[in-house]
């Protein structure tokens, strides 16, 4: 059974990086077969995608947070990371980790880590 | 705002049937999944594709599309049902991934 696992902070002040990282059982991070995946949720709002990472170290971002975004593979680890500069009580959510598969023209996330809540507070 | 628009709300009556919709421009070139979440809860994958459950999802649980709209559709709601939904799918570029705003839905 294939679980995610997200760790990290759950404090961050403001202007600081919000650093998180996502630890994969059950699959390979290098199978090549899904892309790793970022999701945020504002408290009491709904989803927002973040951007995905594939085993190569291939990514793609939210446009809205490209400037302040990056993420990485480490495959010996089985992890991926995020990490958002210059943060903001606006980045204060719930961080979700996702497997996502893409079978153009299908594409889904599954599992879903647990998620973990980041504040941004001074 | 989302390039994928849900209703906020929608209630059904105990085991009768809701159609919850997801409309959006990508969708007439993408497939959308849908997620249940309840709360304090991560989502979970209900439907994906034309019309497929992944393992352990109720078959009552189904899904379909029409040009610019994708629908969920629970026959024979249950009390455990009521949730958030939230569709994912393509933006109209089909370049960038987006979420619906999600429907809350209640089984009176």
């Known amino acids: 059974q294939v679980q995610l696992q997200e760790s990290g902070p759950g404090l961050v002040k403001p202007s600081q990086t919000l650093s998180l990282t996502c630890t994969v059982s059950?699959?390979?991070?290098?199978?090549?077969?899904?892309?790793w995946t970022w999701i945020r949720q504002h408290p009491g709002k709904g989803l927002e995608w973040i951007g995905y990472i594939f085993y190569t170290g291939s990514t793609y971002y939210n446009p809205s947070l490209k400037s302040r975004l990056t993420i990485s593979v480490d495959t010996s680890k089985n992890q991926f990371s995020l990490k958002l500069s210059s943060v903001t009580a606006a980045d204060t959510a719930v961080y979700y980790c996702?497997?996502?598969?893409?079978?153009?023209?299908?594409?889904?996330?599954?599992?879903w880590g647990q998620g973990t809540l980041v504040t941004v507070s001074s | 705002s989302s390039e994928l628009t849900q209703d906020p709300a929608v209630s059904v009556a105990l085991g009768q049937t809701v159609r919850i919709t997801c409309q959006g421009d990508g969708l007439r070139s993408y497939y959308a999944s849908w997620y249940q979440q309840k709360p304090g809860q991560a989502p979970v994958l209900v439907i994906y594709g034309k019309n497929n459950r992944p393992s352990g999802i109720p078959d009552r649980f189904s899904g379909s599309n029409s040009g610019n709209t994708a629908s969920l559709i629970i026959t024979g709601a249950q009390a455990e049902d009521g949730a958030d939904y939230y569709c994912h799918s393509r933006d109209s570029s089909g370049s960038h991934w987006v979420f619906g705003g999600g429907t809350k839905l209640t089984v009176l």
């Open positions: 996702a497997r996502m598969r893409m079978i153009t023209p299908s594409e889904w996330f599954d599992p």
């Open positions: 059950g699959d390979s991070i290098s199978s090549g077969t899904y892309y």
